[in-house]
């Protein structure tokens, strides 16, 4: 078995994960969390709030899964969210098109349909299921399409992204943060993408969570007030220019702005904040790294974007965050579908004079003329240059009809006025996560097998193989396992009250009396608990206990007064395991 299959074989074995709709055969692109794995997302998706939410600020809110078809047109999903599709003419079997020629062309991302189809005709590429012709390619909308109310009803479409209600529910957020750039939203929650041929377990998924923020920033100032945290971190940055090369280089996040490897400095601020992310949830250093979309795969309204890479045994480098600098590209599609304005006033440190065309329509006039489309026409007068405004007969077109107004109507002039601030689109900073990706990779950098000596085995005459699941102790599922040495009432009693003492405490117990103690110790490796208590007869003589470290297999004698201090801080501080009681 390769490293996936072994991490799999255990989440299936131990309740991380299952395959949906098992007892119906299945369904590709589903997975269950359980027990245990939906406890290890959860834990990854506090440390984000923690860094996101807490730390930085930006609030969290929840918006539907389901969203009206004006947003995702807006959003350029309705007419661009595809996927090239080719299938079997023998079989049916659909197949993304691109990913059928990763073995002959690097990156087939840019090619057209039509390119597609050429490099698979001259290469002679078959049918992966049964060798059959394939036919020709054609684009295949990724969105899962539904309908909002019986009847005719409205379009609705399931998300496939997180980050359409935040552009949407921009003003509100605006008036929450007191107009002041720059600040964000952050939301975590269910995305959905209809995958042609979702044949990589969880790294592709059709139902999947993701975790975003949106950073509205100040277009003309991409400085970061709080960028000295990180302008030291070595990042392994993939850069445009190192993909030519074909080597990752290490450098400063400072360096990597003041070469202009990254466009500005709160983009790198947010690069290196993944980065710390991802390291602290249990991602191997050496193997992050950070790729940069190169100019022929950058989104046109995109100034920078990167990739946070994660190199895994079977599918090697995959993408699990992307860190973008969107531009004003959603606010203004959603300006433009809504017909309302997406914008923040910013005040000038002083106020400024300065020449203005002024137009005033003389509203007392109008008003009995155009009655209820005074206004609006008004609105379509002042965008008129002089020399249409000098006219006898201005004409204008308003709500799409054409209106003729007497030049007596409107006044115009150059003035000299005092503005204090001016309207702009802010600039969004983006960082997506795919929390389905990260749990998979953490698993993967987490899992470990070794071979105990016989004379270090608990119970073991012969050499034996552990496999352990190295997780960082924040992120374990389980916290602390409680091990009474015997099912016998004198040592379930107390066991059961330290395992009492330690929930208390905010710590998750699992409590084991069910066979030999190395086979316990041996089951709780393998899901990863940092700590385990055993309770045996010494307990009940001096209110002492065993207190068993996951990664060393190093054991103490500890005092069961304030135990649960003592695994809390071994958790969750830096205290050494070594410090807490006397070694066996």
Known sequence: MDRYEQVIELAKRRGFLWNSFELYGGTAGFYDYGPLGSTLKRRIEQIWREIYVIQEGFMEIECPTIGIEEVFVASGHVGGFSDPLCECKQCGEAFRADHLIKHIVEEADGFSDEELDNVIAQNSVKCPECGGDLGNTYEFNLMFKTQIGPGTGRKGYL????AQGMFVDFLRLARYYRDKLPFGATQIGKSYRNEISPRQGVIRLREFTQAEAEIFIDPKDKRHPNIQRFENTAINFYSDAAQDKGESEIMTVREAVDNGIIAHEFLAYQVALVNHFLQRVGIAPEKLRFRQHRKDEMAHYAIDCWDAEILTDRFGWVEVVGIADRTDYDLSAHANMSKTELSIFIEYEQPKMVEKFVVKPNMGKMGPMFKGKAKVVAEALKALMAEELEKKEIKVIADGEEFS??????EFAQETIKISGESIIPHVIEPSFGIDRILYSVMEHAYDEEMIPAK?????????ARIVLRFKKEVSPVKVAVLPLLTRQELIEPSKEIANKL??????????DSGAIGRRYRRNDEIGTPYCITID????????VTIRDRDSMQQVRAPIEKIEDVLYELVYTDREFETTGKPL
């Open 537 to 544: 007869y010494d307990t009940l003589q001096d209110n002492t």
């Open 405 to 410: 107004v007497p030049r007596e109507m409107v």
């Open 159 to 162: 998300r496939p992204e997180t």
């Open 503 to 512: 929930r208390d405490k905010g710590l998750l117990v699992a409590y084991d």
């Open 456 to 464: 270090e085995s608990e119970e073991e005459t012969e050499d034996e």
